[in-house]
């Protein structure tokens, strides 16, 4: 999804700085004319680079939006899910972000510019299973919104953009995790999330699979940096609208009673989870 905003940006005439954690990532992108910036953002020294590499542009361009896209996923019930994994979620999805904010504020506040956050339908609707990721998402959105008022005086614009399924890599690189966390969980914990954790992967790839495509969530999120007058928040994919209406009407317990039900569908046995 980073890759396709990166090109879709340099297609309507932006200078694109693209941050990639490899050399070999950026090939592509160089050859589309964007530039590739090796850029961990949980990295002190990587964020010190960039925020140098804009402020010597050597045709003095100004920096004029941010978007925030770097990010992890987890899966896994809360009772197992290690500390440190809780921990390294946190850092990439939210206090990377917010080192890199805090670094690139000074060129934003001079240049009136824009700062988009992408979150994750799953910022504003959690389920069993998804609580690491989910936590780190409303997380963000908590941030962005402090962050929205603190700097409006300022003229710089604060947007969250929501995707539900999109079509990429990261929804198998971050179930990789769970064959190690169900070998760790006691026969007590078994019993009680066994089902859960197996049903993870199939769940995620049936939400995947019905999702956009990098292209079309590409467009939206350039929409959020190039509107004149731009929403505080977008919604992509009609399922993740959705849901995201639902949860703002709907009580607790029917939501829960509604992502049980769609998780049981993937369930391995015919036992049903228990709350």
């Known amino acids: 999804m980073g890759a396709a905003t990166a090109l879709e940006l340099a297609r309507r005439g932006f200078h694109v700085l693209a941050g990639v ?47 925030n896209n770097a ?33 690139l504020l000074p060129a934003l506040v001079r240049s009136k510019g824009r700062i988009v956050n992408i979150s994750s339908l799953n910022g504003k609707l959690s389920m069993a299973g998804y609580g690491p990721y989910a936590s780190s998402k409303y997380a963000l959105e908590a941030m962005s919104d402090a962050l929205r008022n603190e ?32 070998a760790g969980m006691t026969p007590e ?17 049936a939400f995947t699979k019905a999702g956009v495509t990098s292209e079309v969530a590409a467009r939206t999120i350039a929409g959020a940096v190039t509107d004149r007058r731009p929403r505080t928040r977008y919604v992509i994919g009609a399922t993740a609208g959705f849901l995201i209406r639902a949860s703002r009407i709907l009580p607790d317990r029917v939501l829960d009673r509604m992502t049980t ?15």
């Open 151 to 182: 700097v409006a005086p300022y003229g710089v614009q604060v947007v969250v953009v929501e995707p539900g399924g999109v079509k990429t890599e990261m929804a198998g690189t971050g179930l990789a995790g769970l064959d190690r966390l169900s």
């Open 189 to 205: 914990q078994n019993a009680r999330y066994g089902d859960l954790v197996q049903a993870l992967p199939s769940h995620v790839a």
């Open 261 to 275: 039900s769609d998780l049981r569908k993937h369930y391995p046995r015919t036992t049903a989870p228990r709350h």
């Open 21 to 67: 954690r490899r050399d070999s990532d950026g090939t592509a992108l160089r050859a589309a004319g964007i530039e590739p910036v090796i850029l961990d953002i949980t990295d002190p020294d990587h964020i010190a680079a960039l925020v140098a590499r804009i402020a010597g542009d050597p045709q003095r361009r100004p920096l004029r939006a941010v978007v």
């Open 71 to 103: 990010g992890i996923p987890g899966a896994g019930p809360i009772e197992v899910t290690p500390l440190d994994q809780w921990r390294r979620i946190f850092e990439v999805n939210l206090f990377g972000h917010v080192a890199l904010i805090q670094a």
